[in-house]
């Protein structure tokens, strides 16, 4: 059994003696659990009245939890509990760009404790989309995270090119997606091109973005202020914004330029009536600022949806050069729209519905647990070496 501590800033909630985590976080957890056991988790803590009911409990899956903050983590309070917790595992799993990463980072390189670091997306675009602080913090975790990966006795990294480039490690490591695509049917191509054939109206569109909707690095005012160019050009625009958080700042913009009625929100919904959503639009667009790789992204092209995607981060591994756009352009994003509209959708669908078979759920598992085998495998032996060493020296 191998002792894995994780350590990242996303929270867990602890509620009447048992711990919940948001699905996401969960399922990344659970493929570390599958691989190393039960795991001792270095997390904020949150209280009670944030749980919700569709958390996950992981209390099965947990060694212990070493509660924590990112300003505890940034001020190194606190170091102790966490200085115990590294010395008695065996391997430090760090997700980055976190704090509380890099301070686990360090104090396993002090203990000369095995890394695996985990890139999730820039740290440079993380924190310099994030305001006056974010921009003073964003060269040092720039720095930070790049030395954590070249010091890594291990990394992963949720994109194929991108954050292997900028965050280069030269001991073992692997690119794979968290997403999980588990049915690439070939029905839903047939269901897409019927509904590109059956449109009536080929400039009326349905266009769509499934993200938190008062996180302004995802970007979709850049969408809503396509919308009077994409008018003027002749098409009827729908835009849905999937996602939960406070509309008001997207609403404002919609009213200010006027195309309130063009923009509807649906609030948080469940994955499976996204998927519902993701058939009836007819452009899924992803206008981040920031991502590591977006898995809603990626399920839009399972579903055939054709796709326009900002050139940050992995996005430019997903679709093609067509259907990039710069950052913040939202006359990009109109003239996109129209000339794919123009060149014809299902062109569009069939490439990404072939790309993402390259990300169905066998595949990126197959590849995520041949890594983990062999870190697995490493640190058995290491152990083993050290427990022999141990009995002829006594």
Partial sequence: MINALVATDFGIVYKEGKYYAKTAVVSILRRYYNSFGPLTLCMPLRKPELYRPEMEEITDILRSVVPTTKLLALLHLRKAPLKKAVTEADIVIV???????????????????????????????????????????????????????????????????????????????????????????????????????????????????????????????????????????????????????????????????????????????????????????????????????PRSMIEAMSRGCPCIGARTAGIPELVPEACLVDCKSSRQIAETVAKMTTAGLIRYAEENFKKAAEYSDHVLADRRNAFFKQIKLELCDSKTARGGKNENTG
């Fill in 95 to 293: 997700r980055c760009s976190s704090f509380i990463g890099y301070f686990a980072a360090d104090i396993a390189k002090h203990l000369k404790k095995p890394v695996l670091a985990e890139a999730m997306s820039c740290a440079w675009e993380s924190f310099w989309n994030h305001g006056i602080a974010g921009k003073l913090l964003a060269p040092y975790m720039e720095w930070k995270m790049k030395s954590i990966f070249a010091a890594a006795d291990y990394a992963l990294y949720v994109t194929q090119d991108f954050l292997q480039q900028r965050y280069p490690c030269m001991n073992p490591t692997v690119g794979v997606s968290n997403v999980r695509i588990d049915n690439l049917s070939e029905l839903v191509m047939e269901n897409r091109c019927q509904h590109i054939a059956e449109k009536t109206l080929q400039k009326e569109l349905y266009l769509m973005t499934c993200a938190a909707v008062d996180v302004k690095f995802k970007g979709q005012r850049y969408v809503i202020q396509a919308i009077p160019e994409l008018n003027k050009l002749g098409y009827y625009i729908t835009y849905v914004c999937v996602g939960g958080g406070n509309q008001s700042y997207l609403k404002q913009i919609a009213r200010k330029y006027r195309v309130e009625s063009q923009v509807v929100f649906t609030g948080a919904v469940s994955h499976e009536k996204v998927f519902e959503l993701l058939n009836q639009c007819d452009i899924y667009i992803q206008p981040s600022l920031q991502e590591g790789l």
